[in-house]
């Protein structure tokens, strides 16, 4: 758990050259430093990529290196628990003749090279959204801007609610930690997407495979780590102010940034920050989808103090949506869904509104956050991180209650309650022998869920203890890992079942381990391997659901003895990686024991709306291997080549038989061209890009209502730049064509896939000022 | 609010696992499915006569546990006329609960729908209308054919209005289903 918190690792170099060319006896200095505490770091490696020079700090984070010829050297900087950084630094020759030699013989300069404190299993692959990448997202749910990742697609209710899948695996299976807090909503849904605003990062990290030993519970598909920026202590004055528009839905958001330090009292830093968001009924190609807004209001504050190696940080957010759901998915009976699906395409048509009627949904998350920290002057440091969280997720159905009386309160007819409490002790002993570092945490967690209205889920409350330990060796060009955890997990739940109230008491226990192993060959390959466990204790709708899924038009009946899921994954890399070309390849696989599905069962179930196909959970023994690719190739300074493939297979090993609802496979390619001056412009560029989602065709036989839609391949362009206005003033301005020709298609994992086509042509503008730093 | 109070619980307690704070999800509320149908009642009175023939179907606990306890099969004369009333229960509650009273309230977003296959072997025609001169289906009147076997599907289409506008128009088509039963005809 050392890897909790969001630290940078602060590299304040100072860089010499000696311009006696052609000698060789310039050299590069300077001190590692951890910028969320200004405290020295010693033991981090210094190399130059391509010249075999490598050096370690010292005990007070120096480190120089010396010996090298004027040119073009990549630095890098790698210390355990820290993400390595490459910096390009440019001696050459022609830099240095813009130097007037009467000046000086000595040239100094500053590098700053910032890097990120991971948050991650050092050894398993993890996907960065951050700086310009990230920008090209904004206004977008989170699990849309994560979509772009190699091996990270949605799943989707419609076009506004969608949930991130890792490799496959979604909901309960991949877990979210907002600011070093696991999220805990109502993940168990299909229909819940994440209560996260993506504003409030400016990093978005996909941890994929299972990390059951760092983050306990539900690591089991991987992690996605929603990072802000460390807190500006003592910084002046910056913020940021985002406009973002898109066509189709006629949506627009706003999200502004404020921070800084307070003047005359040192080492304090806050922030604040808020959103908002108004869109309207969505149009595909052909036709508007009736009801589908969407309304979001949030914010977040926080303040920060530290002084001399220790620190305290607050923070809250508040996260608030109203989601139209798209009135045509409303199913009373398999007739009805029947009905539509033989008719292609909605019943319902409408024109554009941004009013949100029934059926709806009204979630709010609260977020609570109290990190403290302190690093003795030998090295340990302990933290501790304390957090509430209050989640309210309210749904409306589309019908009101027929007693007038009742539906004059217009209630939700389902209503969840989540409050949850969170506490994690960590201890990072100092390194010994500059070699191994390592982590010691406990963690707890306290939650209880209040529900009311159509039956659904019970009430429940849970407690859950976690004890882990990590330790990590760095030596000769070996990076190794391991790690072991216990975690128990203690549910009661309560029920009413013919008016009688019934309590049912489960306890789950369990070990995970990782064992991870990397390695440099050479100055531009590495390999990775790492083997991690994971585990899910089943959730309260899977022990306990009982009644038809509108929308699914299934019955679906949970089972109270299903045991907890164990993930046993193995995944392995291969990157390359130069200025001009860098290629990843990954292999992954995750077996799944005791996955927990929804089985079709051979006898319908007879309701008054008619028989509805049953679907019992129950648990099998599930593979799921697959690889990521990707490549970035620049055959000139200016033109580059993306593409990123992802491929996936699904298999029930106990029955012999495919699964269902597994993304189909899909390759992504972009060509972009960067124009790095132009005008006033900075950072220009365009880039074209193709998405090909194949056709899912391993799925169950006779398992579904419509088969997985065909192929698709959708075109998008962007384009953008930056307009300095001023020093540390800047206008950053993007324009987005998703969907160009305006395809028509559906997606095998958008649930809406049954009633209504994707979303058409979408023209996004995005605008951003930013000032201050 | 009770949120403050467990605020500074956790912030005073740390590590300590707060097994007291647990009051409220110990009490749940009773399931409050405001759309319940446990039974469709359906009475048939051969005209000129006063004692209706009544066939049901029954699910007094609702949706899941335990099985429908009652689906008849409908027995009626040849060439004959019936009045069709529709009768609508919610068992589950305490008292029972009329549902009837309340599609005759909200009529104007309820449409009854009957369906018999093979199509000779009874006819409906409706005797109610909502407000807008839209059949309802409540009561009406049938006439079966000669005998012979088949069934008899009767839906109850719920209609409402979708953004404030109404959307029944006579037809089966809008909305969604509240009732979907398959009765088994028998016509002697």
Redesign the interface.
Same mark, same amino acid.
């Given at each position: 758990m050392r890897v909790i918190q969001i630290c940078l690792l602060f590299l304040l170099g100072t860089l010499a050259v000696r311009a006696q060319v052609p000698s060789c006896d310039c050299f590069v200095k300077g001190v590692v430093r951890d910028q969320h505490t200004a405290q020295p770091i010693p033991g981090a490696l210094v190399l130059v990529v391509g010249q075999n020079k490598a050096v370690t700090s010292d005990e007070k984070g120096r480190y120089e290196l010396s010996g090298l010829c004027p040119g073009h050297y990549q630095l890098e900087c790698r210390i355990v628990g820290y993400q390595s950084i490459r910096e390009d630094i440019d001696l050459s020759a022609g830099h240095e003749e813009n130097f007037s030699l009467a000046e000086e013989e000595i040239h100094l300069k500053d590098i700053e090279i910032t890097a990120h404190r991971t948050d991650a299993p050092l050894l398993m692959p993890v996907e960065v959204l951050s700086g310009s990448d990230l920008a090209q997202t904004r206004g977008q749910s989170l699990a849309e801007s994560l979509k772009g990742l190699t091996g990270v697609t949605t799943l989707q209710t419609g076009a506004s609610i969608a949930k991130p899948v890792i490799h496959g695996l979604h909901s309960n299976r991949v877990l979210i930690m907002n600011n070093g807090v696991r999220q805990e909503g109502q993940q168990w849904g299909s229909e819940h997407a994440p209560e996260i605003d993506p504003f409030v990062a400016t990093r978005l990290s996909v941890v994929k495979g299972a990390a059951g030993v760092r983050y306990g519970s539900d690591a089991v598909g991987g992690v996605i780590l929603v990072e802000p920026e460390e807190l500006p202590i003592d910084k002046p004055l910056s913020g940021e102010l985002n406009l973002v528009g898109f066509s189709n839905g006629r949506q627009g958001i706003t999200s502004g940034t404020l921070q800084g330090g307070v003047k005359g009292w040192a080492g304090v830093g806050w922030r604040a920050q808020g959103t908002l968001k108004r869109g309207g009924n969505v149009r595909t190609p052909n036709y508007y989808l @009736?009801?589908t807004g969407i309304q979001e209001k949030n914010f977040s504050l926080a303040a920060g103090y530290r002084h001399q190696g220790f620190g305290v940080d607050l923070f809250y957010s508040r996260f608030d949506t109203q989601l139209g759901v798209f009135?045509g998915s409303? #199913?009373? &009976?398999v007739? @009805?869904l029947l009905n539509v699906i033989e008719q292609g395409e909605p019943? #319902?048509k &409408?024109g554009f &509104?941004y009013?949100i009627?029934r059926p709806f949904q009204d979630v709010s998350h609260n977020l609570?956050k109290?990190e403290a920290h302190y690093h003795f002057p030998d090295g340990n440091r302990l933290q501790?991180v &304390?957090s509430?969280q209050?989640n309210q997720r309210g749904e409306y159905?589309?019908?009101? %209650?027929?007693?007038?009386s009742?539906a004059a309160l217009n209630r939700p007819?389902l209503s969840f309650r989540l409050?949850t409490?969170t506490?994690e002790?960590l201890w990072d002993h100092k390194p010994l022998a500059q070699k191994f570092s390592g982590q010691i945490g #406990?963690s707890?967690l306290?939650q209880?869920?209040?529900?009311?209205?159509? %039956?659904l889920i %019970?009430?429940?409350?849970q407690?859950s203890?976690g004890v882990f330990a990590i330790e990590r060796l760095v030596h000769n060009g070996w990076e190794l890992e391991a790690g072991l955890r216990y975690d128990y997990r203690h549910l009661?739940t309560?029920?009413?079942?013919?008016?009688q109230?019934i309590?049912d008491v489960f306890a789950f226990r369990n070990a995970s381990g990782t064992l991870g192993a990397g390695r440099a060959l050479g100055d531009h390959l590495s390999l990775r391997l790492n083997l991690g466990t994971a585990w899910r204790a089943p959730n309260v709708s899977e022990l306990f659901s009982?009644?038809?899924h509108h929308g699914a038009a299934a019955?679906e009946?949970g089972d109270a003895s299903l045991r907890p899921e164990q993930a046993f994954n193995s995944i392995g890399s291969i990157q390359y990686s130069r200025p001009s070309l860098t290629v990843e390849l990954g292999a992954y696989y995750n077996y799944l024991r005791r996955y927990i599905y929804l089985k079709p069962q051979p006898e319908p #179930?007879?309701?008054?709306?008619?028989a509805f196909p049953f679907f019992q959970y129950t648990q099998t023994d599930a593979s799921f291997r697959g690889v990521d690719a990707s490549l970035n190739w620049k055959p000139t300074a200016r033109l580059a080549w993306i593409s990123k493939l992802s491929y996936l297979r699904v298999y029930d090993e106990r029955n012999n038989a495919y699964l269902v609802q597994i993304p189909s496979n899909r390759w992504e390619n972009q060509l972009r061209y960067e124009v790095p001056q132009a005008g006033g412009w900075q950072q220009l560029f365009v880039s074209v890009g193709n998405l090909w989602v194949g056709e899912q065709r391993r799925v169950p036989v006779n398992s579904d209502f419509a088969p997985p839609p065909p192929a698709y391949a959708l075109w998008n362009v962007q384009l953008g730049g930056t307009l300095p206005m001023g020093e540390k003033n800047d206008l950053e301005v993007g324009l987005t064509v998703h969907n160009v020709f305006d395809t028509v298609y559906r997606d095998y994992l958008n649930r809406f896939r049954y009633y209504a086509d994707e979303i058409g042509r979408n023209i996004s503008l995005r605008v951003k000022w930013k000032f201050g730093a | 609010m009770k949120m403050n109070q467990k605020l500074s619980w956790v912030l005073m307690l740390g590590a300590t696992v707060l097994f007291s704070q647990c009051k409220n999800a110990d009490n749940p509320e009773p399931e409050d499915p405001n759309e319940l149908i446990t039974t469709v009642r359906l009475h048939f009175t051969q005209q000129g006569t006063t004692t209706p023939v009544s066939f049901a179907w029954r699910d007094p606990d609702g949706e899941g546990g335990n099985p429908p306890t009652q689906f008849d099969a409908i027995t009626l004369k040849a060439n004959t006329t019936y009045t069709l009333e529709i009768e609508l229960l919610d068992e589950s509650k305490t008292p029972i609960e009329e549902i009837t009273q309340e599609i005759e309230e909200k009529k104007e977003e309820h449409l009854f729908v009957f369906t018999t296959s093979p199509t000779g072997l009874l006819t409906y025609t409706y005797g109610d209308q909502d407000a807008r001169g839209l059949p309802v289906g409540l009561t009406g009147t049938t006439r079966t054919g000669n005998a012979g076997t088949g069934t008899f599907k009767v839906q109850l289409r719920h209609q409402a209005p979708v953004g404030g506008v109404a959307v029944k128009d006579g037809t089966p088509g809008p909305g969604s289903d509240d009732v979907n039963l398959t009765f088994n005809l028998t016509v002697q």
């Open positions: @009736d009801n009135s409303h #199913i009373g &009976s007739t @009805d019943l #319902i &409408s &509104s009013e009627n609570g109290m501790w &304390s509430w209050y159905d589309l019908h009101r %209650p027929r007693n007038d009742l007819e409050t409490f506490n002790f #406990i707890n306290y209880y869920n209040l529900m009311q209205g159509r %039956p %019970p009430n429940f409350d407690w203890l009661t309560y029920r009413v079942v013919n008016r109230k309590t009982d009644g038809v019955y009946r #179930i007879l309701t008054v709306r008619g | -």
